[in-house]
């Protein structure tokens, strides 16, 4: 009878060591250095205690990580399913977030917008949490942050974090499933706007959780990728005040999007864990790649460029871009 119970509880452990060990992190990752450039890492969709592709997804990250020691981390929201968090002290901020990204190389500052999951819980928890953890920042539901290129130039980037949650039209009419009733997006859009025409970057990139184009399984109940309400309230500023690119989350895969006659580049990072099949492609949606894998997309940005791989399920990147001022 020992050994039977001896056998059991070793193969129950070969079961669970697997799960207790964490990510499993690659030996290497395909993404570029680039000489004298900053680099940091965009992911979002992502808090599903390591399930559903989490924690695969979180041992590429951190080979990439490790390879470019970025300044940074983005999340593009959605940070934790299905209903945020209920606190600072909610087990999800260590079942989903502090042991799954682990790896040294992301103990950097992961700077977050909210999704609509996160809506669904209690958002200022995620905000509060900025004044607990030395990595995560979320100062306020949107915010600024400029960051100066390289060592020996003077041009800076400025990143615009916004929160679109409160802009969707849906999820006002819906304030018992979203709590965005209290937030006012007017005033939001005029912060944006004031902090887009004082801004003196070169580079100005802006975050939020929905994207303005998809070409993805909302395509299209989006009105054919189009999110109306986005489309008129925030594309006017980005081509008046000369944004190069938009980085959203919300769509469960990896999109990069340029819409014809447009200035700037629409980039989705939402394939944090779960993935969703993408739309059906037309001549009139702008995609200049789009893939249902989950990954993560790595940047390198200098004065005279921003380039941008894609990171798949298979360790590869699929594509890559080179953005310019």
């Known amino acids: 009878m020992n050994r039977f119970r001896a056998a059991v509880a070793a193969l129950a452990l070969g079961f669970i060591a697997p799960l207790l060990a964490g990510p499993v992190t690659p030996p290497t990752s395909p993404v570029t250095p680039v000489d004298e450039a900053l680099h940091f890492l ?98 306020a539901r949107y915010y600024t942050k400029t960051v100066h290129i390289g ?26 499933k979203y709590a965005v009733a209290d937030q006012d997006a007017a005033a939001q859009l005029r912060w944006l706007e004031d902090a887009l025409a004082q801004s003196k970057a070169r580079w100005k990139i802006v975050i939020g959780h929905h994207p303005v184009y998809t070409v993805g399984k909302r395509k299209k109940a989006a009105g054919g990728g189009i999110q109306k309400e986005l489309e008129k309230a925030l594309v006017p500023l980005f081509e008046k005040y000369r944004v190069q690119a938009y980085i959203a989350g919300h769509e469960h895969d990896l999109q990069v999007i340029r819409r014809p006659g447009g200035t700037v580049t629409y980039l989705v990072s939402g394939a944090g864990s779960e993935t969703r099949p993408l739309g059906v492609p037309d001549a009139k949606d702008g995609r200049l790649f789009a893939v249902a894998s989950a990954g993560f997309m790595a940047f390198a940005l200098t004065p005279t460029a921003l380039n941008v791989e894609l990171v798949d399920a298979e360790n590869r990147v699929p594509y890559a871009i080179t953005l310019k001022p």
Not at 98 to 122: F, K, P
Not at 166 to 173: A, R, S, V
Request: charge should be negative.
């Open 42 to 139: 965009v992911i979002g969709d992502w808090g599903r205690h390591g399930q559903e592709g989490q924690s695969e997804t979180a041992g590429r990250l951190a080979a990439a990580a490790r390879k470019l020691n970025p300044a940074f981390v983005i999340s593009t929201g959605d940070n934790f399913y299905p209903v945020g968090v209920a606190s600072v002290d909610d087990p999800s901020w260590k079942t989903s977030f502090e042991d799954i990204y682990s790896d040294h190389a992301l103990h950097t500052e992961w700077y977050v917008v909210l999704g609509n999951h996160d809506y669904r819980g209690n958002p200022q928890a995620e905000i509060d949490y900025s004044k607990i953890s030395r990595r995560w920042q979320l100062p």
């Open 151 to 176: 060592d020996n130039s003077s041009a800076q980037a400025q990143f615009f974090f916004i929160d679109t949650s409160p802009m969707i039209e849906d999820y006002q009419q819906h304030p018992d």
